[in-house]
Structure formats: structure tokens, C-alpha cells
């Protein structure tokens, strides 16, 4: 059973930069995906980022790209989120998950909230002066 564990979120300035990390632990059976959601009050989740696990490629929602970018490690199973110039509407819990669907690839489908199975509890960010 995966389990993932986010962390380092924060309170921050406007324009400031936080990285928040994930922390996968468990087997995963094959290839996967791990991707980077967020949902700011009020709102509905949103996906922001995915990486996948065979290759590295990467997915970034046009909203949040050239400021956050997606990254891993992969002999720490970790998977993290770099980001920058952080703004007010930034603030959010941000979730990672994961998928395993063979048919997935993050390239093309980007992260959809639909197709990740196993979340983390979530780190809150808030963007704030």
C-alpha cells in the first residue's frame, strides 16, 4: 500500500518561494505517476503538475507554469514542488498523489483529479504580507 506525506508548506510573503516535497512510501507495481494538486477555500481542487515515474517527463498547468516546476528524486522517493513568485491567490492545501493506471501518462493528460488513486494529507500554503 502506497502512502504519501507532503510537507513544507508555509507562510510566506508575496514573491517569495517556497518547495514543498513528497514523500512516497511503499511498492508501487509498475510505472506511476505522482502529480501536485491544490485547493484554495471555496474552490474545488484544482491539478497543477505531474512527473512521471518511467521517464521523468513532466506536465505543468499553463496557470502556474514558469513559476512552479515539478522535480523528483528518485532514490529518496520523493517528488517535489519548486515554487516562485508566490501570490496571494497562491494560498492553498497542496496534495500529491498518485496513480498507477496503465493507460495514464502525464505528458497527455496532465494531472486530472479523476485519474490519481492514493492522496496525501495535504501541507497548507499561505501566501500572505
Known amino acids: 500500500q502506497v502512502q504519501l506525506v507532503e510537507s513544507g508548506g508555509g507562510l510566506v510573503q508575496p514573491g517569495g518561494s517556497l518547495r514543498l516535497s513528497c514523500a512516497a512510501s511503499?511498492?508501487?507495481?509498475?510505472?506511476?505517476?505522482i502529480g501536485w494538486f491544490r485547493q484554495a477555500p471555496g474552490k474545488e481542487r484544482e491539478g497543477l503538475s505531474c512527473i512521471a515515474s518511467y521517464d521523468g517527463s513532466t506536465y505543468t498547468v499553463r496557470s502556474v507554469k514558469g513559476r512552479f516546476t515539478i522535480s523528483r528524486d528518485s532514490a529518496k522517493n520523493t517528488v517535489y514542488l519548486q515554487m516562485n513568485n508566490l501570490k496571494p491567490e497562491d494560498t492553498a492545501v497542496y496534495y500529491c498523489?498518485?496513480?498507477?493506471?496503465?493507460?495514464?501518462?502525464?505528458?497527455?493528460?496532465?494531472?486530472?483529479?479523476?485519474?490519481?488513486?492514493?492522496w496525501g494529507q495535504g501541507t497548507q500554503v499561505v501566501v500572505s504580507s
Open positions: 498523489a498518485s496513480t498507477e493506471r496503465s493507460y495514464y501518462y502525464c505528458s497527455g493528460y496532465g494531472p486530472q483529479i479523476g485519474e490519481y488513486d492514493v
Open positions: 511503499g511498492f508501487f507495481k509498475g510505472n506511476y505517476a
